[in-house]
């Protein structure tokens, strides 16, 4: 399974972005999509994810409202929409695939596959 996100940028705080992840190769209904965000020194944590059997979706607290995976993904796509943005936000993030799906995992060692991830910078 091959990962490319895009979609990343420099947005003042309080902006609009969107992100996309594209999968190709061996994919299946039955993984599990997610986002990850690394910023600067810090772990790489879980910010939202999205099974395509049954269309769950799981939201990180600190971006719970304010990010969102819309149901409409193309096939083997799926987006983030990040609103009201902050500081806080910047990071690198990155599309990731569990293999094992049935349930979205906010354990990173659980993804197999990664995403080169893109730039996300927040200005206040």
């Known amino acids: 399974v091959q990962l490319q996100a895009s979609g990343g940028g420099l947005v003042q705080a309080g902006g609009s972005l969107r992100l996309s992840c594209a999968a190709s190769g061996r994919t299946s209904s039955s993984y599990v999509m997610a986002w990850f965000r690394q910023a600067p020194g810090k772990e790489r944590e879980f910010v939202a994810g999205f099974t395509w059997r049954g269309g769950s979706t799981y939201y990180a607290d600190s971006v719970k409202g304010r990010f969102t995976i819309p149901r409409d993904n193309a096939k083997n796509t799926v987006n983030l929409q990040m609103n009201s943005l902050k500081p806080e936000d910047t990071a690198v993030y990155y599309c990731?695939?569990?293999?094992?799906?049935?349930?979205?995992?906010?354990?990173?060692?659980?993804?197999?596959?990664w995403g080169q991830g893109t730039q996300v910078t927040v200005s206040s």
């Open positions: 990731a695939v569990a293999l094992a799906g049935g349930r979205i995992y906010t354990d990173r060692t659980r993804y197999n596959y």
